[in-house]
């Protein structure tokens, strides 16, 4: 967020200017962006692959396409965001979505779902309204909610993928509604019965429905405890963030949810956070992408969950609290900059280990 204090003006436009200067390593303004999967790749480590490594991989670069849309728009890059958006808009057909659905389901595409919401909330692009309404009746619309929670990813299990979305149908649940309130038509399909309301009670009700299933998500009903080998934790800190808005915004989704958002963060540290020593120091407050001991620390989850201690504490109103989770979260990123500065890192690098060890070269 840009500051109000003129002291910290420098220090902000210094940062995004180095953000804008990392986004060039993957975007050369031609299509989509590059991942750092295939770019950092040896030569042919990829042709190797097995074909359902492949759609891993795959599924990744979706990913990337859409947060790199939303950092453009954090970015105030319109523009950029846009073209980016119109080159998914390309492949957004009925046989690649039915090839998506084939291959991984549709957490991909789940994600250029959030991405094209976030813009059309802050644009009002008609350019890009067909895209919102297409991924709007394919991912939001269409599936079962039970089938948010199938093929749960489980240390151990050979063969098993994340196509867990619930995290990603909270944030288009938010997003839909604003959207709604601010372009009252925009999901009219041509029905002369349509009303915003009704758009917005059905939206709502869907958004108490997924709520409720994030509790089935994590927990085994048999027992009321977390499941045990659960492994990847981007669903636990997506969990903590979007708890943090609802309690604030959406207290009835957020009822539905009856999860404890400290119980969720004592569930993490202890079957994710890790501490490295090297260099003759000890690295703390770091994390790894799955609750796994082999796996090596992720920069992109432990920042990820310093974001979701900030917002855990924006939305906490124990005072003891709220001070600790906003140092915890100072002290992830003091120590992730720590870690990668003594070990040679000229800037935080995009690393996710969660697949593919061999990726994280």
Known sequence: TEPTDPTQTAEYKAAIDEIEKLMEDFDDKKGLVDSFYTGGMIEGEYEAYRDKDKATVADQMMKDQAQAVMMYIKLGKMEDAKRLLLE????????????????????????????????????????????VRSLDNKIYCKPDIQFYGQERRTTGEEGSRQKEINDLMLWSSMLRLKIIEKYPTVYNHGDANFTAQQEIDWTEERFTLIANHLYETLYDSKTGKFYEGYTLLDTYASAIQSLSIMERYYPEQFAAAHIDIKAL??????????????????YTDLYRAANDEEYPVSFEMTLKMAVAYKMAAD?????????????????????????????GFTSIPATNAFEHPILYR
């Open 315 to 343: 939305a906490e109103t124990d005072p003891n609290l709220v001070a600790e989770y906003n140092q915890k979260a100072n002290d992830i990123v003091e120590n992730t900059l720590a870690y990668t500065k003594d070990t």
């Open 265 to 282: 963060i004592e569930y993490v540290e202890s079957n994710f956070a890790m501490k490295i020593e090297a260099n003759g120091k000890t």
């Open 88 to 131: 998914m808009d390309k492949l957004v057909n009925p046989d690649y979505l039915a090839e998506r659905d084939s291959i991984d389901g549709p957490r991909g595409m789940a994600w250029w779902n959030v991405a094209v919401q976030q813009y059309y909330l802050e644009t009002g692009d008609n350019d890009v309204l067909e895209l």
